[in-house]
């Protein structure tokens, strides 16, 4: 049972296009919703991360939009560039654990 | 930085027979977890300790499958006797906080392929 629903599994853009991969949730003790980027042969690196208390978090090209009552949150990734071509991967985390719940992962390719 | 540290890197086994996989975390972390990465599943936590004590084993497939951290640098994660179900890739990750925010750091994973 995936604590963490994530879609879509993949998606190709060109490149400076805008990507959204999208994630929900049901648990409401969640309050750490963070973002993972995996290169081919590495492992996940934390890219961006968002708590409930705001409704957008902006990191350079990379932006997490939340809508708590919806449980729901989604990267969006301007002007994306070919070096953006991973897997990322949405999580969230509760106050009750040391847990992480990872979604089920994004292939991103990025024509240039 | 060393960064987390895993071995082997890629692992190439009989049905049947043992495999250990080895994780140095990152010094200072207090946190240490076992993930396993397939296509069909994604992500899945294995297992986590906090200060070397198991915390949560529940996602730990089955007897097969045990995990041991002797110290604070340290651990590893058995599967006796494998099965080629379990070909995967499995990652090792320290985080140096305990609670929800502390970032995971991810070693660059163990390649399993159980033939």
């Known amino acids: 049972q995936q604590q963490v629903k994530q879609s879509p599994q993949s998606l190709i853009v060109q490149k400076g296009g805008i990507p959204i991969i999208n994630c929900a949730y049901e648990?409401?003790?969640?309050?750490?919703f963070p973002w993972y980027q995996q290169f081919p042969g590495k492992g996940p690196a934390l890219l961006i991360a968002?708590?409930?208390?705001?409704s957008e978090k902006k990191e350079g090209r990379f932006t997490i939009s939340f809508n708590k009552s919806a449980k729901q949150f989604s990267l969006h990734i301007m002007d994306s560039q070919p070096g953006d071509s991973a897997t990322y991967f949405c999580?969230?985390?509760?106050?009750?654990?040391?847990?992480?719940?990872f979604g089920t992962g994004t292939s991103l390719t990025v024509i240039p | 930085d060393a960064g987390v540290i895993q071995s082997p890197r890629h692992e190439v086994t009989e049905m049947g027979q043992e495999v250990t996989l080895r994780c140095k975390p990152i010094?200072?972390?207090?946190?240490l977890f076992w993930y396993r990465q397939t296509m069909m599943r994604g992500l899945e936590l294995l297992i986590y300790?906090?200060?070397?004590?198991?915390?949560?084993d529940s996602g730990m497939p089955e007897d097969r499958f045990s995990a041991k951290m002797p110290n604070a640098s340290f651990s590893t994660l058995k599967i006796q006797p494998s099965e080629p179900r379990d070909s995967a890739v499995y990652f090792c990750?320290?985080?140096?906080?305990?609670?929800?925010?502390?970032?995971?750091?991810f070693g660059e994973g163990s390649r399993l392929t159980v033939l």
């Open positions: 990750a320290s985080s140096h906080k305990l609670g929800n925010t502390g970032e995971l750091f």
């Open positions: 648990n409401t003790a969640f309050d750490y």
């Open positions: 968002i708590r409930p208390d705001v």
């Open positions: 999580a969230a985390s509760g106050n009750t654990g040391n847990q992480f719940y």
């Open positions: 010094s200072g972390h207090n946190s």
């Open positions: 300790f906090n200060n070397n004590v198991p915390i949560d």
